[in-house]
């Protein structure tokens, strides 16, 4: 079968831009889609310098598939809104691209132990499980 293809949401806060852009050139593949949040404690021209990077990473130009969300919407860190916010930007993937298989949500700070091949044979196989946690 053919790999999936994976819809990323990387989130960062006020500072986290380069670490945002870590994770992406570590989980990056052509294929993927990558959506880049910075929450709104990050300023605006954090946002912006963000953008910027992405777009002078020649790959990612070429592919068109990472975006950075402009402005973001205010959510709490506490209750439902972290969770209203993630769903949010899942539906913005979905607007962008409906050609992904997966939908991955990973923080500034996480940082991936399994290489993207291994992500592709994981999630080949996983079937038709709509939840797994590696």
Do not use: C
């Not at 990472?66 to 439902?80: L, M, T």
């Not at 972290?82 to 298989?101: F, G």
């Amino acid at each position: 079968p053919a790999p999936p293809s994976v819809a990323y949401l990387i989130t960062g806060s006020k500072g986290d831009s380069n670490r945002i852009l870590r994770l992406l050139y570590a989980v990056y593949h052509p294929k993927n889609r990558y959506l880049l949040h910075l929450d709104p404690s990050a300023v605006p021209a954090e946002r912006e310098r963000l953008a910027l990077a992405v777009e002078s990473v020649p790959v990612f130009r070429a592919a068109q598939n990472v975006d950075v969300i402009g402005k973001p919407d205010f959510a709490y860190r506490r209750g439902s809104s972290p969770v209203a916010a993630t769903l949010h930007d899942a539906s913005l993937l979905l607007k962008l691209s409906k050609n992904w298989d997966w939908f991955v949500r990973l923080g500034a700070a996480d940082y991936p132990l399994v290489t993207q091949d291994g992500n592709f044979s994981s999630l080949t196989t996983m079937g038709n499980l709509q939840f797994f946690r590696f």
